[in-house]
Structure formats: C-alpha cells, structure tokens
T-cell receptor, first 109, second 116 residues
Framework: QKEVEQNSGPLSVPEGAIASLNCTYS??????FFWYRQYSGKSPELIMF????GDKEDGRFTAQLNKASQYVSLLIRDSQPSDSATYLC?????????FGTGTRLTVIP | DVKVTQSSRYLVKRTGEKVFLECVQD?????MFWYRQDPGLGLRLIYF???????EKGDIPEGYSVSREKKERFSLILESASTNQTSMYLC???????????????FGPGTRLTVT
C-alpha cells in the first residue's frame, strides 16, 4: 500500500504570511506529484503538479520536490482568507493517484 | 477545460434500495474513478476503469459495483444501500499514461448520499 502522509492541521497563518504545507510519501518509484485544494463541501481542484526535483512556481504558489527525501511541499505566498481550505497531496502510482488525508489551512484576516 | 459532471448533488435513499450514481466526462479521458470521502479518512478509491467495459477494484469495493458501457460515462451502483454508505461520492477522470506514472485527475462536483 503506497502511503502519503500529511499533517492534518489545522494550520493557521495570518493574512499576508507564507503558508507551508508538507507531504511525505513511501514509494520511491513515484514520478508525479500533485496538490489539490478543497473548499468545504466542494470537490478537489488541481492547483499544482511537479515532476522534477526542485521548485516550480505558479503565481503565489510554489511546489517543491525532493525525491531523495521523498518529500513534496507547497508554499503559498501572501496568503489570503480565500486560501482557507484543505490541501490534498497526491502521488502517482500505476494509472492511479494516491492521496493524503489533507491539511486544513486557515488564513486569519 | 475538463468537465466532469455527476447526476445528483444530493441524494437521500432508504436502506436496501439500489442506488445508481452517474458520472460523465467530456474530455475523452480513458481513466475514470469513483471515490468516497469521509471526515478523517480522506479519499478512498472504490473502483476505477481504464477502458470501456474494463474495471479494477480499488481499496473499498465491497458493497459497490460499476459499469462503463461508453467511454464518457462511468456508473457506480450500490446494490443494497446501507447506512454506512452515507458519504460524499466523487467521480474523477484522467488521461491514461503507461508505466508507473499517472496524469492529474479532474473531479466532478460530488454527490452527497444519505442512506436512512
């Protein structure tokens, strides 16, 4: 069973701060990594994916991947109250994704 | 944009009823998935399908079956609904990628099923 671990939180940050969300995974063969955002009562929405070691930036979001340490993170700069949601990390398997249970983020105005 | 639609947003059924949940995607994706999501348990895969008439069991297939007669449509069937099947059901689709890798999945809006 492939495992994807996330701190469930809640993680609280003040508006304008950097929110840092972390994820570790067990399968060294995983090649693709995804971050989803899920608002309460809604379905998950893809916000970032990363395939290579290092950083990938998209607007206020930066995904970081370290395959040697089996670690992927998501940084949200200039956090806004609208970023308050649960963030799911997903790791690729054969024709499927394995999801963590999510980290709940609250951005305090 | 990928669009995944589900037949109902909210559904209330009685114990023992047969329940059909339908999912349609419009992006010609090969893969389709059914998950349920419960507080504290995250997303759990029920079944997935990588082609018409093909299906694979996920982590929790007991009490469920699926049908994929057309590429764009994937149905989840609760043969005899029970109260422990009360949950949020999410359908997703993705392109097929060979080997130990996967493309991103796109989710439908979800169906909140209550079994009384």
């Amino acid at each position: 069973q492939k495992e994807v671990e996330q701190n469930s939180g809640p993680l609280s940050v003040p508006e304008g701060a950097i929110a840092s969300l972390n994820c570790t995974y067990s399968d060294r063969g995983s090649q693709s990594f995804f971050w989803y955002r899920q608002y309460s009562g809604k379905s998950p929405e893809l916000i970032m994916f990363i395939y290579s070691n290092g950083d990938k930036e998209d607007g206020r979001f930066t995904a970081q991947l370290n395959k040697a340490s089996q670690y992927v993170s998501l940084l949200i700069r200039d956090s806004q109250p609208s970023d308050s949601a649960t963030y799911l990390c997903a790791v690729s398997g054969a024709n499927n994704l394995f999801f963590g249970t999510g980290t709940r983020l609250t951005v305090i105005p | 944009d990928v669009k995944v639609t589900q037949s109902s947003r909210y559904l209330v059924k009685r114990t023992g009823e047969k329940v059909f949940l339908e999912c349609v995607q419009d992006m010609d994706h090969e893969n389709m998935f059914w998950y349920r999501q419960d507080p504290g348990l995250g997303l759990r895969l029920i079944y997935f399908s990588y082609d018409v008439k093909m299906k694979e069991k996920g982590d929790i297939p007991e009490g469920y079956s699926v049908s994929r007669e057309k590429k764009e449509r994937f149905s989840l069937i609760l043969e005899s609904a029970s109260t422990n099947q009360t949950s949020m059901y999410l359908c997703a689709s993705s392109l097929l990628l060979a080997g130990e890798n996967s493309y991103e999945q796109y989710f439908g809006p979800g169906t909140r099923l209550t079994v009384t």
